[in-house]
């Protein structure tokens, strides 16, 4: 068991490389099952949903070679199943992906249900309402989805809420279908314009993508590709905040600006500077944080995975911020630990109050999810004395080692192993509590 030890109080300067989008490659990765040849994806980011998409494809039978800086070749021919392994699947969320992309191969598909963070209810309606239009049946049983289908046939599909795991599968599902799929409401973030490029770049026949209709005409094969994920627009804007928390003046490259727009504008009315290059920007703070009310809603409303960091942020500000979070049902899991830390938040439902109080003191916290260990990372970064940050699993889930990141800006903190006895004895004494 490992954690992060933060020393606080130290401004965040110098220069920073943003890796590969996590929502994009979790997609994109699954996504070679599709072709008919090997593919070479680069920007691969180094995360523990990456490697365990990784072991999912060896399990399956793909061979994987990898060639260094973050790129990986990977020859799909070989798979033989298409039984996603349970064990390594009910580990994240993005594993259903593999539900669209094996359907797609095979005209069936076994995969466990969802895993990954716990924040609130998970449902899938909306990804077997899309199977079901374009031909496919499902069971679910003992915590599987089984698809199976004769044959798929482009259809309509309309979302009843905008999603983008539903919208992606179906863009897995559709592209090796028969004649036209129409997908209305679909989802328009940067990770679904990605996994799009990516399929089209193997002769797939998408258009559309990044609005809210996207129409995908089926092809009989996909060949192999060389493809670079996308900056993540998330660890990114983790960064931004980190910076602007630190009173720091730092350069955040290999970004795309405009994925960071709606971010952007709202740290800006917080009170930090941000100057824009082609594939950077500089975010820098010289005056006073001011309050904000931020609503978190689909692309190109300002993003839920944003919320919990802008949310420290604020705590840091003068004057009250109202944040109302539009997506997730459980996504405050995090305020109980800032408290810890000396802020002021209260939660009513889906909306939380903060009272700025300028500072945090340091303290000992758990992560719950992964962007509530972001904000924790942050907030010990801000924070007078020290942080010691658990259950840091999370967190590496999607940022690419961060600590190092970090420390190449002048923070302090180092990533500490706590023995499994320790850890054991201290969490049942907690429970005895």
Known sequence: MDKFVIKGGRRLTGEVVISGAKNAAVAILPAVILS???????NVPTISDVNICLR??????AVID????????????????????????????????FLGALLGK????RVSMPGGCPLGDRPIDQHLKAFSALGANYTLSQGMIDL????????????????????????????????????????KEPHIVDLANFLNSMGANIMGAGTDVIKIRGVEKLRGTTYAVIPDQIE??????AIAATKGDAIIKNVIPKHLESITKKMEKIGVNIEQYDDSIRVWVDGPLVKANIKTAPHPGFPTDMQS??????????????????IWDQRFGYVDELRRMGADITVN??????????KLMGAPVKACDLRAGAALIIAGLAASGVTEIEDIFHIERGYDCMEGKLRKLGADIEKVSIPDNKASAKNSGKAAV
């Open 106 to 109: 095979f005209n069936k598909a």
């Open 309 to 326: 960091q802008i949310a420290t942020l604020l705590t840091l500000a003068d004057g009250t911020s109202i944040i109302t979070e539009n």
């Open 36 to 42: 008919d040849e090997p593919c070479v994806i680069e």
């Open 66 to 97: 990898e060639l260094g800086n973050n790129t990986y070749r990977i020859d799909p021919t070989p798979i033989y199943s298409f039984c996603v392994p349970y064990e390594t699947a009910r580990k994240m969320r993005a594993s259903y992906y």
């Open 236 to 241: 990114a804007g983790t960064f931004m905040a």
């Open 56 to 61: 999912i494809l060896r399990e399956m039978g």
């Open 349 to 358: 439902g889906k909306v939380a109050l903060i009272e700025g109080t300028g």
């Open 148 to 187: 199976t289908a004769d044959k798929l046939c482009g259809n309509p599909i309309f979302f009843d809420v905008v999603t983008v795991g539903a919208t992606m599968n179906a863009m897995l599902a559709a592209v090796k279908a028969e004649g036209l799929t129409v997908i209305e409401n679909a989802a």
